[in-house]
């Protein structure tokens, strides 16, 4: 039999017949590329169904909740534990905001006082009332003397510097009212296109250039965290928190200004970024971030963003699996969202292959910023059940994080009590491990009765501002929505 009956391709290949020395030349050159053009072609495939074979083993988390509930707090404890490398690269560009936190408390209570020595001053109760019931006080009943006037003068930079940090760090450092937002707010925009969303957040804003400061250089070297040295950049805004440290330790211990506040129900130890007790630490030339103060600091999520955590083999001792070829476990993609209600329309397209929600809830007895007129944790209940709820959800392992344990344990020991906010509650004991068994309860109740399929959960009493503690939660964590991941991909 001849070549060409042996193989019935050959026919198209075979040279043309009374092909010159020159076409066969330029055939050749031609066949030469199409087989260059051919391997590449084959390479991409192969590394598309390598990353394809990779990804199938990715785990997808979607951090949920609220805003102000944890989200972001917790995800900063999993890079902490998990991300080292990453981590370490960030925390100095942390001091902007840990700055601005410190800032922002201190011109509160320089807003207060004004108001007060001015005779404007108004009564709001922050928990039982809306902003309807502002009453108007002509003179101050407290006893502020000159010593308050010449601190809130000698104070007033902070106002210029809070403002350029502010410019500095992006929208994420302030905060958006909107109180016609739903509670999973799905509104889609006239076009009938999901509304835009946007990637901003902390992520960016430390990223972000603009956030540089217009650096002035000393030339002294000082040590750092990890022992290098560093030559000393001194910014305009650290000059003048250190130049108004002793001021702001006066106007802070200042017993007048404490009863103010008290009155007021301002408890700025309980709220968002709170650095006021770290005074002589941070309010310093040569100040840097540890890591404990960028977990507790606050800046708000704007839009999603996507964190990539690679474990490495020293966490991963029996959690990683190689199924097939497939490494199980090993990659992780967390995304950390805005909470807010105005910010919830950008979570759903989130919803589709996730394999967990961790769910921070906190504060019975506090009101949302963007909706005053809704409690906190009546926005969570709705919120929990819509999420519960959700077909395309059906399958995703739900945690619930009941968060700012600490915070609970320090309202409740004050007196705080929970039937107030929550008459569901009734005469039961006012202690943190009966208010934490009853939210459980409640929670698991809504799960159960919401969700269109028996699902996995774990409920857990947190404090993610305690690192330590989190650590050990996050490592339970993480080894049950392996162990689902895995089950549901019928490995095990
Ligand atoms: N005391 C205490 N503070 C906490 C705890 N968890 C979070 N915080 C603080 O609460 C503030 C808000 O936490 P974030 O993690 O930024 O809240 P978030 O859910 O990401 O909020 P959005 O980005 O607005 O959706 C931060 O200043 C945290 O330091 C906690 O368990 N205890
Ligand atoms: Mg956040």
Redesign the pocket.
């Known amino acids: 039999m001849g070549g060409i009956e042996q193989d019935p391709f050959a026919i198209f290949t075979a040279p043309p017949p009374g092909e010159t020395p020159e076409e066969k030349a330029a055939r050749e050159r031609r066949e030469a590329e199409a087989q260059r053009v051919s391997d590449r072609i084959d390479e991409e495939l192969k590394a598309e169904k390598a990353l394809m074979k990779r990804h199938r083993g990715t785990v997808k988390v979607l ?1 949920l ?12 404890n999993f890079r902490l534990k998990y991300a080292r490398a990453a981590w370490k690269q960030e925390r100095a560009s942390w001091r902007l905001v840990i700055q601005l ?1 410190l800032i922002r408390s201190i011109n509160i209570i320089v807003e207060i006082l004004q108001a007060e020595i001015e005779g404007t001053a108004v009564e709001y109760d922050p928990i039982r009332d809306s902003t309807d019931s502002v009453v108007l006080h002509p003179r101050s009943s407290f006893a502020l003397t000159e010593k308050h006037q010449l601190l809130r003068l000698r104070l007033g930079p902070l106002r210029r510097v809070e403002a350029d940090l502010k410019r500095r760090l992006g929208a ?1 450092s302030d ?1 958006v009212m909107d109180e016609n937002a739903g509670v999973l707010d799905t509104r889609e925009t006239p076009g009938g296109r999901p509304k835009e969303f946007c990637v901003r ?1 902390w992520k960016n804003a430390l990223e972000n250039p603009g956030a540089m400061m217009k650096a002035m250089k000393s030339g002294a070297p000082r040590p750092t965290q990890d022992g290098e040295e560093k030559e000393l950049v001194v910014d305009e805004a650290t000059e003048v928190i250190s130049s108004c440290k002793d001021d702001i330790k006066m106007l802070w211990s200042d017993e007048v200004v404490q009863t103010v506040l008290a009155h007021k129900r301002v408890r700025l130890e ?5 650095f006021l007790h770290d005074l002589d630490r941070i309010a310093t030339r040569n100040y840097e971030p540890s890591d404990d103060d960028v ?8 839009g999603v963003q996507e964190y990539r955590i690679q474990f490495d083999n020293n966490h991963n001792a029996g959690n990683s699996f190689l199924v097939g070829g497939v490494d199980f476990g090993n990659e992780w993609l967390l995304y ?5 209600r105005t ?1 919830r329309h950008a979570w759903l397209p989130f919803f589709d292959t996730v394999n967990a929600i961790i769910f ?1 809830i ?1 504060c019975f007895d506090e009101r949302l910023l963007e909706d005053p007129t809704v409690n906190r944790l009546e926005d969570s209940f709705l919120l929990w059940r819509a999420i519960c709820s959700s077909k395309l959800l059906r399958k995703t392992t739900m945690i619930l994080f009941l ?5 609970l344990k320090r309202k409740l020991r004050s007196g705080v009590m929970v039937r107030d906010f929550l008459p569901s509650y009734g005469d039961r004991l006012n202690d943190a491990p009966t208010v934490l068994k009853y939210l459980k309860e409640k929670f698991k109740d809504i799960l159960k009765n919401c969700s269109p399929e028996p699902r996995v959960s774990y409920f857990y009493g ?5 690192t330590k503690a989190t650590a050990t939660t996050l490592k339970t964590v993480r080894d049950s929505i392996l162990r689902e991941h895995l089950k549901n991909a019928d490995f095990v």
């Open positions: 951090l909740g609220q805003s102000e509930s944890g989200k972001s707090t917790t995800l900063k936190n994420g905060e957040g309980d709220s968002a970024g709170f977990v507790r600091a606050r800046l708000r999520t704007l950390d969202v805005g909470g807010a910010l921070p906190s968060n700012k344990c600490d915070i947190t404090s993610v501002t305690d």
